[in-house]
């Protein structure tokens, strides 16, 4: 964390000048706007549970398809039916 403390007769504008500075040197706002629109990673276990659930609805619209009563209504049912 950066701190500046305030000298004897130093006023507000250079010692706002001077904490500027200081967090320029730092690099944490470099870090900051690099870092602002990332999404945090998934865990491996959400990676896992994402792909099951995508191989079970893709199962369940194959046997549909098959079935040939695959539709919209369907994919919600199925959906629904997987939560």
Same mark, same amino acid.
């Given at each position: 964390m950066?701190q500046?403390v305030?000298? @004897? *007769?130093?006023?507000?504008?250079? %010692?706002i000048r001077r904490?500027? !500075?200081r967090?320029q #040197?730092?690099?944490? %706002? =470099?870090?900051? !706007?690099k /870092?602002?629109?990332q999404?945090?990673? =998934? /865990?491996?276990r959400? #990676? !896992?549970d994402?792909?099951l659930?995508?191989? *079970?609805?893709? =199962?369940a619209?194959? *046997? %549909?398809?098959?079935m @040939?009563r695959f @539709?919209e209504?369907a %994919?919600?049912?199925? =959906? *629904?039916?997987?939560d």
């Amino acid at each position: 964390m950066i701190q500046v403390v305030k000298k @004897d *007769k130093e006023n507000a504008e250079t %010692l706002i000048r001077r904490f500027s !500075r200081r967090i320029q #040197q730092s690099g944490v %706002l =470099k870090h900051a !706007r690099k /870092t602002r629109f990332q999404a945090p990673k =998934k /865990t491996k276990r959400k #990676q !896992r549970d994402e792909a099951l659930y995508k191989v *079970k609805i893709r =199962k369940a619209i194959n *046997k %549909l398809k098959k079935m @040939d009563r695959f @539709d919209e209504e369907a %994919l919600k049912n199925i =959906k *629904k039916k997987m939560d």
